[in-house]
């Protein structure tokens, strides 16, 4: 019997939490002749994938697929490629589907007739406990989503987190699949592949649904709890935003001297020692001015990004006129 929908996990290197993933599947409250799952292993650790394989045990109907191809989209379009089911539904490798995960995915879909993508909050696992540092506005960074209370159609603009988000399979096939230029490769922070297909998706007129009731929990490790990380995980958020619109057409002058005064407004608010480039990438207490701090990181990516000239002297300059 052809499943209804196929979950796809993608792994790289976490064999210890993988095993925790798949379990959450196992015990979903789902027929289990109306699901399959498929992992997709892109790991480049052999042995780790040959000792966790010596001990591996899935109760439900699965496959596993090894790709050597290295980067995420390539795992999830290989998924998508050996899926039986006419849903596809992608988690993470470290995270943990509620057990009702799925039913209210397949109901979601049959409730919104022309519904192509449906997705639903991402709860954060802390392994440490939540930085006092941390401003709501980037949580989203480390996958965190909430979007209310309500059923509703999205916004444009509006996005599903890839660890809980769930398309119809012949429409991303419609859509050409997740584009292989975006998306983490190996220890890459790169992005945006689940919202360009998701884009194009909506493009051929599907709508994208976010459901309350569709649940994922997903770990946020302890080195993702550090300001570094975050800069660093912002500044490839804007690397993989100027791919993503790297058919769009060449930024203004005006939204190069924006990100340059977005960046020098940050800096003002800092001691004098600090106002130069390396006022960047120092921790700071205050959640809003580290707010603030990434703005500014993504800010000189984009201006670096155009006709950035001698960004160096620019900032020497305009910092000591002010």
């Not at 394989?53 to 899935?58: H, R, V």
């Not at 989203?140 to 769930?166: C, F, H, V």
């Not at 769009?248 to 600090?274: E, G, M």
């Amino acid at each position: 019997m052809k499943p209804q929908i196929t979950v796809i996990i993608c792994t790289f290197n976490r064999y210890d939490l993988l095993a925790k993933a798949i379990a959450s599947i196992e015990l979903q409250d789902f027929p289990e002749d109306g699901y399959e799952l498929i992992i997709v292993d892109n790991s480049d650790d052999l042995v780790g994938r040959e000792h966790f394989l010596d001990g591996l045990e899935i109760t439900c109907n699965h496959r596993y697929l090894s790709e050597v191809r290295p980067g995420l989209s390539r795992a999830r379009n290989v998924g998508v490629n050996a899926a039986a089911g006419e849903i596809v539904a992608f988690m993470d490798d470290d995270a943990k589907a509620a057990p009702d995960w799925l039913a209210h995915i397949v109901d979601t879909f049959s409730q919104h007739e022309r519904t192509g993508i449906v997705g639903g909050p991402v709860r954060p696992i802390w392994t440490t406990p939540r930085p006092q540092w941390l401003h709501p506005r980037l949580e989203s960074y480390l996958t965190i989503l909430d979007r209310g209370t309500a059923t509703r159609i999205l916004k444009p603009g509006e996005w599903l987190a890839g660890t809980n988000i769930a398309f119809r399979a012949e429409a991303i096939k419609r859509a050409g699949f997740f584009p292989e230029n975006l998306g983490r490769t190996g220890r890459l922070l790169l992005s945006n592949e689940e919202l360009s297909v998701s884009e194009k998706i909506r493009e051929l007129g599907y709508d994208a649904v976010y459901d309350p009731r569709i649940v994922v929990h997903h770990r946020i490790h302890a080195e993702r709890a550090s300001q570094a990380w975050l800069r660093r995980r912002v500044f490839w958020q804007a690397i993989s935003d100027l791919f993503a619109e790297s058919t769009a057409p060449a930024r203004v002058d005006t939204d190069r001297d924006a990100d340059i005064h977005r960046v020098l407004d940050f800096l003002d608010q800092l001691a004098p020692k600090n106002r130069g480039v390396a006022g960047l990438f120092i921790d700071l207490d205050d959640p809003q001015l580290f707010e603030e701090q990434t703005a500014a990181v993504g800010a000189l990516v984009r201006f670096l990004a155009g006709d950035g000239g001698d960004w160096r002297r620019i900032l020497a300059t305009a910092a000591y006129d002010r």
